[in-house]
């Protein structure tokens, strides 16, 4: 007679938790890379900031962290030297969720990426 164990998980495994500072580098690698000799032109941003969630999106996904719901939210803007000021709100569980952001500028744009690592449970 073959056993079944549990598949419901009440906590990650430690190994397998959502790890901000691993998160912000792939941020930081790929918004390098991809934006340092990038002028801002409206007509494209909107194509590029998706394309950015896909990637970042796709990286972290390779960390496997396990049963957690990856969400990236990514904004570029012109560099006019304002102000900007952004918010999030979500109900989540302080030992198991997380987060990790990055922000990018150069003298065309500004970009800030925030992903969010929500455990499934």
């Not at 056993?3 to 500072?21: C, G, M, Q, V």
């Not at 941020?27 to 969630?53: H, K």
């Not at 030992?95 to 150069?106: K, S």
Request: hydrophobic share 35%; aromatic share 12%; glycine share 4%.
């Amino acid at each position: 007679m073959v056993e079944e164990s549990d598949t419901y998980h009440i906590r990650p495994n430690h190994r397998l938790k959502f790890k901000p500072a691993v998160v912000k580098g792939y941020i930081r690698d790929i918004v390098r890379e991809r934006l340092s000799d990038v002028q801002y032109d409206p007509e494209t941003v909107a194509e590029l900031t998706c394309s950015l969630a896909e990637s970042i999106k796709d990286k972290v996904k390779t960390a496997e962290f396990d049963r957690y719901k990856i969400v990236v939210q990514v904004l570029i803007g012109e560099q006019r030297g304002q102000g900007v000021k952004m918010s999030a709100r979500c109900l989540w569980d302080a030992d198991t969720d997380n987060y990790a952001e990055d922000v990018f500028m150069n003298d065309s744009l500004f970009c800030v990426v925030t992903v969010f690592g929500s455990y499934y449970y």
